[in-house]
């Protein structure tokens, strides 16, 4: 069995019986971003703030864009800045990119995802 504890430099340390392995903030942001792209209805990521741009395409490109990373005593906190197709039901698409985002950082990272927010910042018709 694996242990995993946060450290106070921003990294997550995995201690088992021959070493450890560390998790910097911006390699969960990746698989963060790596599973949006598999998700269905979403078709873009928005800016983490307003006065910092607007909504891009997905590509893999800027994987980490749209997507925060914090650590709390609790586990991980990630916010999700989205865009999503427009005609779809926007709580389905949501609920389906929490279920897949939370499952994927757990199974790959084995931390525990405490916070997951979803911000739909716009939606786009796709032609």
């Known amino acids: 069995m694996v242990r995993t504890s946060v450290s106070a430099a921003g990294s997550t340390s995995a201690a088992g019986t021959s070493g450890s392995v560390s998790f910097a903030d911006e390699v969960i942001a990746q698989i963060v971003g790596l599973t949006v792209l598999e998700c269905y209805g979403v078709v873009g990521m928005a800016a983490t703030s307003l006065t910092r741009g607007v909504a891009r395409l997905l590509s893999r490109d800027r994987l ?10 609790a586990g991980l906190a990630i916010d999700l800045y989205v865009v999503v197709e427009f005609g779809l039901n926007l709580a389905e698409v949501a609920a389906n990119l929490r279920s897949r985002v939370q499952y994927q950082v ?9 916070s997951l927010q979803i911000h739909i910042q716009g939606v786009k018709r796709t032609t």
Do not use: N
């Not at 980490?64 to 005593?73: A, H, I, K, L």
């Not at 757990?106 to 405490?114: D, G, N, P, R, S």
């Open 64 to 73: 980490t864009q749209g997507v925060s990373v914090r650590r709390e005593p």
């Open 106 to 114: 757990e199974k790959l990272t084995e931390l525990e995802v405490a």
